[in-house]
Nanobody
Framework: QVQLVESGGGLVQAGGSLRLSCAAS???????MGWFRQVSGKEREIVAAISRSGGSTWYTDSVKGRFTISRDNAKNTVTLQMNDLKGEDTAVYYC??????????????????WGQGTQVTVSS
C-alpha cells in the first residue's frame, strides 16, 4: 500500500509563500505525481503535476509563474513551492500518485493514491 503524507500547510498573508512537501512510500520513481486542491463544496482540481523523471511539469493557468512543482526520486518526495499567494489559493491541498499513467495526468480519476490533505489559508 502506497502512503502519501503532506506537510507544510498553514496560514499566510496574501503575497507570501508556502512550501508543501509530500513524502511517499512504494515505487516512487514510477509514479506520476500531482498536487490537487479542494474548497469545501467544490470539486477537487489539479494544481500541478510532474512526470516520473521530473523532466516535464504541468500547471493550471491560475498558478503559472507563481507555483513550482519538483520531485526528488532519491528521497521519495514531491514539493510544491507556492509564491505570491492569493486569497483564491485557500484550499485543502492533496498530494496524489498515479501508478497506471505513462505521462502527466490532470484528472483526479487517473490517480490511484492520495494523501490526507493539508490546509492552506491565505489571508488578505
Amino acid at each position: 500500500q502506497v502512503q502519501l503524507v503532506e506537510s507544510g500547510g498553514g496560514l499566510v498573508q496574501a503575497g507570501g509563500s508556502l512550501r508543501l512537501s509530500c513524502a511517499a512510500s512504494g515505487r516512487f520513481s514510477t509514479y506520476i505525481m500531482g498536487w490537487f486542491r479542494q474548497v469545501s463544496g467544490k470539486e477537487r482540481e489539479i494544481v500541478a503535476a510532474i512526470s516520473r523523471s521530473g523532466g516535464s511539469t504541468w500547471y493550471t493557468d491560475s498558478v503559472k509563474g507563481r507555483f513550482t512543482i519538483s520531485r526528488d526520486n532519491a528521497k521519495n518526495t514531491v514539493t510544491l513551492q507556492m509564491n505570491d499567494l492569493k486569497g483564491e489559493d485557500t484550499a485543502v491541498y492533496y498530494c496524489a500518485a498515479a501508478d497506471r499513467q505513462r505521462s502527466i495526468a490532470v484528472w483526479p480519476s487517473r490517480y490511484d493514491y492520495w494523501g490526507q490533505g493539508t490546509q492552506v489559508t491565505v489571508s488578505s
